[in-house]
């Protein structure tokens, strides 16, 4: 579910408003934020609060992105939503090989 919100953030940056190299750089700023600050947050805060903190995140300023039209708003949406998302995507990958025995690990990180 995360990685379909992932891809799906960046497959959609292409039918943002404004310019598209200024959204991708947006993008680009929110992934490296977020996965950098996930792997600091998730030894301090813990696993399951930085991937909700991360999901709920992106879920607001997705809602944000939609309502709001402002060109400059929807660049700040855009880095927030991908900075939450890369946050949850990158603590998923340190959050399922703990939760799951061995034999089932690789499976369940496929589907979450």
């Given at each position: 579910?995360?990685?379909?919100?992932?891809?799906?953030?960046?497959?959609?940056?292409?039918?943002?408003?404004?310019s598209f190299?200024?959204?991708?750089?947006?993008?680009f700023a929110g992934e490296i934020t977020g996965e950098l600050s996930s792997g600091f947050l998730a030894g301090s805060l813990g696993r399951i609060k930085v991937l909700c903190?991360?999901?709920?995140?992106?879920?607001i300023s997705m809602i944000f992105y939609t309502l709001?039209?402002?060109?400059?708003?929807?660049?700040?949406?855009?880095?927030?939503?991908?900075?939450?998302?890369?946050?949850?995507?990158?603590v998923k990958f340190i959050y399922t090989p703990e939760l799951y025995?061995?034999?089932?690990?690789?499976i369940f990180v496929d589907y979450n």
């Open positions: 579910m995360i990685g379909s919100v992932f891809y799906g953030i960046i497959l959609n940056l292409a039918y943002s408003k404004g190299y200024i959204t991708c750089f947006c993008s903190m991360g999901c709920f995140l992106c879920g709001l039209d402002s060109v400059v708003i929807n660049y700040v949406c855009i880095y927030f939503a991908t900075l939450g998302i890369a946050g949850a995507f990158n025995p061995n034999k089932w690990k690789y």
